[in-house]
């Protein structure tokens, strides 16, 4: 990471030097293609036929979203046609062996995929497509599907199930399975678990020709706004953006202490937002962060956890949120932007308190920060990369002043970012006096290249909320209220024995699922319990009402949590692989510096005021922000067992009790004074809190730590 001792990091396009891509190399490309799977072929014909394939399903999203009209149920049904069909032409049923003999494999120069690829790909794009090509006549008997509905509708199941197996794994597929074998089995199981189960008629008809099904909610929100949103995230990455925000990260922060671990918070989250994905967020800025914590004396395990759990919660933090979030906005019936909303103030906490652990393990650790001498310019780095904030600006306008829907307003996002794609090589090849031509040219390829990546991108994202939309197409047959009661009957009836076991549940499936089905999953079968249990609840004085969007946002809080959670957590095993550390020993301290984040939806259930729920006044929420930060500064201490020197075991539970006071401020004025008085409940915390911090000052070593 250093050339005579000058950091060298990832220079931005305008510069004329390389951009992220370059730097971060193969590892980069392989570890993000890794977590969506697609891993095809870099020559030969299959490539040229996946590029076309991937560009013209990002130019048909792009027109769905602007000038082409067209129902929202073709476009669902394009939308998954193009996902079959870049999985089946990437992955192949069999890696090697069987059809290395194979004549025609060799004449078509396909390294990894064979012929019967290529027709299950085929197959698969007909099926999608069926329920557009024969819409009338299925429309004209609906519920009663004929022979040729059921064969397409099977074979349209049986193809999803194995291209998800092939892009994301054997997890979802099995579940996927064995909710279909429930809905078939039904009657045949024990009274307790019994269901009335569904003929295959009537199974294949919601499912597969109907918007209770695959073609439901979730697969509506993949393909209209989540497409967009990794569309844009990827051609940010690719234009530079992620290179930019690390930079202007370690060149504001690097020369505090622990500056480069600061910056690595910092930089996660300004990737976070547009990446939307957890794993392409730590190897896209861990690669520089990672060997610079270690640089300054982080331990290799260490400074793995700090960026895989700032890249974790990236998907948390708005303006752009990942997959999950455009998906609660369709089940609670609200817009974008409110979700946004609720999840601004627990977000923004939790990241100031990463922020803090960095600051403390600085501390206990005796490091200092980066020279300045060996740092980038923050002036010229903010100059040199200003044109990448222009498309966060424009999406952020659109969203906020003009309120516009979520899929307008990052689809002029993206416009702005191509133009400046296209006109960036021009510029540098203005500035160097080289012809401009060509420049224009290689622009308008990299422009190509990078919504062609984004397509790619979204096959296991659309998969994944397909195959999710098989388990809430289960769930509406019936077999919800069943296991509605079952969850019941397991949390007996008990609000926070409930809380616990969907914690449990969200992070146990989230080791082998995406977050967005991990979410779906939990969101179908428990959100509506924790609302209904919570309705007779007594707090403060008064019945406890649980926001619906409270009980969503837990569930998404806890999915995106297993991405780090041991012994499967996927971000884990990429920090491992950057830091070269025990990738068990990463996710361990990853999930102990997440502790904090578990808090928070737990939280938020009882206290909605983190949710801005009837809040809308700038300086109320600005005001809640900063007494929420306090409660979680306080509570990262006691579980670092440092503030400002190292702390005792009294001093610990003070902090714990003043986390109590921060975070629900009604403790006090719930018993002494009426609930709408419940903002003087901060004010025994911030006394504990200033206390502690002064008494510590006072006795602090000669040799002080400097903050």
Not at 138 to 145: D, K, V, Y
Not at 207 to 228: C, E, K, N, R
Request: some cysteine; proline content about 5%; hydrophobic content about 55%.
């Amino acid at each position: 990471m250093t050339d005579n001792n000058k950091i060298v990091l990832p220079d931005t396009p305008l510069t004329g030097k390389n951009n992220s891509d370059d730097v971060v190399g193969e590892y980069r490309h392989e570890v993000v293609d890794g977590e969506h799977g697609l891993k095809g072929d870099k020559t030969g014909l299959s490539s040229k036929v996946t590029f076309v394939v991937a560009l013209a399903w990002a130019l048909f999203q792009m027109s769905t979203a602007s000038w082409l009209l067209l129902d929202s149920l073709f476009v669902k049904a394009f939308h998954l046609a193009f996902a079959l069909a870049l999985v089946f032409l990437n992955l192949p049923t069999i890696r090697g062996g069987l059809f290395d003999r194979w004549d025609l494999r060799i004449l078509l120069a396909m390294k990894r995929v064979t012929w019967f690829d290529w027709t299950l790909a085929a197959l698969g794009m007909i099926a999608a497509l069926y329920i557009w090509a024969d819409y009338a006549g299925i429309s004209e008997r609906p519920g009663q599907p004929i022979g040729r509905d059921i064969i397409m509708g099977v074979m349209l199941l049986v193809l999803m199930l194995e291209a998800t197996r092939r892009v994301l794994g054997p997890a979802l597929p099995v579940i996927c399975c064995a909710f279909i074998a429930y809905v078939a089995l039904g009657p045949y199981l024990p009274d307790l678990i019994a269901f009335k189960g569904a003929s295959l008629s009537r199974f294949i008809s919601q499912i597969t020709m109907d918007t209770q099904g695959v073609y439901g909610v979730p697969l509506h929100v993949s393909a209209t706004v989540v497409f967009l949103f990794v569309l844009f995230g990827t051609m940010l990455d690719r234009a530079g953006g992620g290179a930019f925000f690390t930079r202007l990260a370690i060149a504001g922060l690097g020369q505090y202490r622990g500056g480069a671990a600061k910056a690595a918070v910092v930089s996660s989250a300004l990737s976070g937002t547009v990446s939307g994905s957890s794993i392409a967020n730590v190897v896209t800025t861990g690669t520089f962060t990672i060997p610079l914590m270690k640089r300054l004396g982080y331990p290799a395990n260490k400074a793995a956890a700090i960026e895989v759990a700032s890249s974790v919660n990236g998907q948390l933090t708005p303006p752009v949120m990942g997959a999950a979030a455009f998906i609660i906005a369709e089940y609670v019936n609200v817009p974008y932007i409110e979700v946004a909303k609720a999840a601004a103030v627990p977000a923004f906490a939790s990241y100031m308190a990463l922020i803090w652990i960095t600051h403390l393990e600085a501390c206990k650790l005796g490091l200092k920060g980066l020279p300045k001498s060996e740092l980038p310019n923050f002036w010229c780095e903010l100059r040199n990369g200003l044109h990448f904030l222009l498309p966060l600006a424009m999406l952020i306008y659109e969203l906020v002043a003009l309120q516009h829907s979520a899929e307008l307003s990052v689809f002029r996002a993206i416009m702005v970012l191509a133009v400046i794609m296209v006109l960036q090589p021009v510029v540098i090849a203005r500035v160097h006096r080289e012809p401009l031509l060509p420049a224009l040219w290689s622009g308008i390829k990299t422009t190509l290249s990078s919504m062609s990546a984004g397509a790619n991108n979204m096959a296991g994202v659309a998969l994944a909320t397909a195959c999710a939309g098989i388990i809430v197409g289960c769930v509406s047959l019936g077999l919800g209220q069943q296991i509605t009661y079952f969850v019941e009957v397991l949390s007996m009836g008990n609000l926070f024995l409930l809380i616990l076991i969907t914690a449990l549940a969200s992070l146990l499936l989230g080791m082998g699922l995406p977050t967005t089905a991990n979410y779906i999953i939990m969101a179908s079968l428990t959100a509506p319990v924790l609302v209904q249990l919570a309705s007779g609840m007594q707090l403060h004085g008064q019945e406890l009402v649980l926001p619906l969007i409270a009980a969503h946002l837990f569930c998404l809080y806890f999915g995106i949590l297993a991405d780090d959670t041991p012994p499967v957590g996927l971000a884990a095993y990429a920090g491992a692989a950057i830091a070269k550390a025990n990738p068990i020993a990463v996710g361990v301290q990853g999930f102990i510096y997440d502790i904090r984040t578990a808090l928070l939806p737990v939280v938020f259930l009882f206290n909605s005021d983190l949710l801005m729920i009837g809040i809308d006044s700038f300086w109320t929420g600005f005001f809640i922000f900063a007494m929420t930060s306090v409660g979680m500064l306080a509570f990262t201490s006691a579980l670092q067992g440092w503030l400002v020197r190292q702390i005792n075991v009294l001093e610990r539970l003070l902090l714990l009790v003043c986390t109590a006071f921060m975070l629900f401020p009604f403790s006090l004025t719930g018993f002494f004074l009426p609930y709408e008085m419940r903002w003087w409940g901060y004010l025994p915390g911030l006394v504990i809190f200033g206390g502690l911090w002064l008494w510590q000052s006072v006795r602090r070593s000669p040799d002080p730590i400097a903050a």
